[in-house]
């Protein structure tokens, strides 16, 4: 059986991914955003999972208002970087999980979500930043990753509680595939920010900070905050937040087990016009399954070889 493991939440700012891309992470601007990372890092060589499901939005790059999806699942084997308008990333191609992916969404369709199926997209800033701080420079990503795209650019988006009530879903789907994969989950996006109009420019720590102690301690709560919340205290696009929702709801305390493990917390302002905020949580007790992991680099073939 698969199991989820632990969730991944962060920002994914552009100028992040370009400031990495340019070799300026030891700039003190930067090096302030990525030190907050380095435990992630580690913590990722350590703890690589056999899928990362990544929760992102798309920003009008593989999709348009020719076309909305509000849930997006990538089935494909691979995923190319995409052309933002400076070029692909220097970053490697995606590599998916059509297996699972193709067992999540039937699996959450049966539970009523409507996912759309994607066979073919390119993936943006969204899915790639999150990536880059999580691993650095790698010639390969550490692991396939099922790419998992929610609308949040364009009204109407889904509620928090839709969002916490999937991954709920996406946790039942998962334990209900039969090979033992260790799965991680991530939520990315947020956090305050807004990007245009009169507040463009608006950060607003407290309410993060806020976010941050309700996602591990209250996410029930938390999803029952409306849309206007995050955009009237978080900015017009600080509501990329409530995709965390998404990885929050798969953790094993609401499906009644131990509440998860916080090993990771990091706040800064700012890396752009966003603030940049970021968690681990591990699950614990009988949900930690190390099993899986270890039972993977087992079976890995060593280098040397
Ligand atoms: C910025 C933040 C985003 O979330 C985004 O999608 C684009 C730009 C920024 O802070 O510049
Ligand atoms: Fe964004």
């Not at 089935?75 to 970087?81: D, H, I, L, R």
């Not at 681990?280 to 190390?290: H, L, N, R, T």
Request: aromatic share 8%; glycine share 8%; with cysteine.
């Amino acid at each position: 059986m698969a199991r989820i493991t632990a969730s991944v939440y962060t920002s994914h700012v552009p100028a992040i991914g370009a400031a990495l891309d340019a070799g300026k992470t030891h700039e003190p601007y930067w090096q302030r955003v990525f030190q907050g990372y380095d435990f992630s890092k580690q913590w990722l060589k350590e703890h690589t999972p056999d899928v990362i499901f990544l929760v992102f939005n798309d920003h009008a790059t593989a999709f348009s208002l020719d076309m909305i999806p509000t849930f997006a699942i990538g089935t494909a084997e691979e995923f190319k970087v995409a052309d933002e308008g400076w070029g692909p990333r220097p970053v490697p191609k995606v590599i998916g999980h059509p297996q699972l992916a193709s067992h999540i969404a039937q699996s959450v369709i049966q539970q009523d979500f409507d996912l759309t199926i994607v066979n073919k997209m390119d993936v943006d800033h969204g899915l790639t930043v999150p990536l880059s701080l999580m691993t650095g420079q790698p010639k390969a990503w550490p692991c396939p990753v099922i790419p998992f795209a929610v609308n949040v650019v364009q009204y109407p988006i889904p509620s928090g509680r839709r969002c916490l009530n999937l991954g709920k879903a996406i946790r039942k789907a998962v334990e209900s595939y039969d090979d033992d994969l260790n799965v991680q989950i991530w939520g990315t996006g947020g956090m305050s920010h807004q990007l245009q109009g009169p507040r463009a420019g608006l950060i607003n720590s407290e309410f993060d900070q806020a976010f941050l102690d309700r996602m591990i301690a209250d996410p029930e709560g938390l999803a029952a905050m409306p849309h206007i919340d995050y955009v009237r205290e978080a900015g017009s696009e600080g509501i990329e937040l409530v995709m965390w929702l998404i990885a929050r709801g798969a953790m094993g305390d609401l499906a009644g087990g131990p509440a998860p493990k916080v090993v990771h917390r990091f706040y800064t302002v700012p890396a752009s016009n966003t603030a940049v905020g970021h968690l681990i949580m591990e699950e614990s007790g009988d949900f930690a399954a190390p099993a899986y992991g270890a039972a993977r680099q087992q079976v890995a073939p060593s280098s040397t070889d």
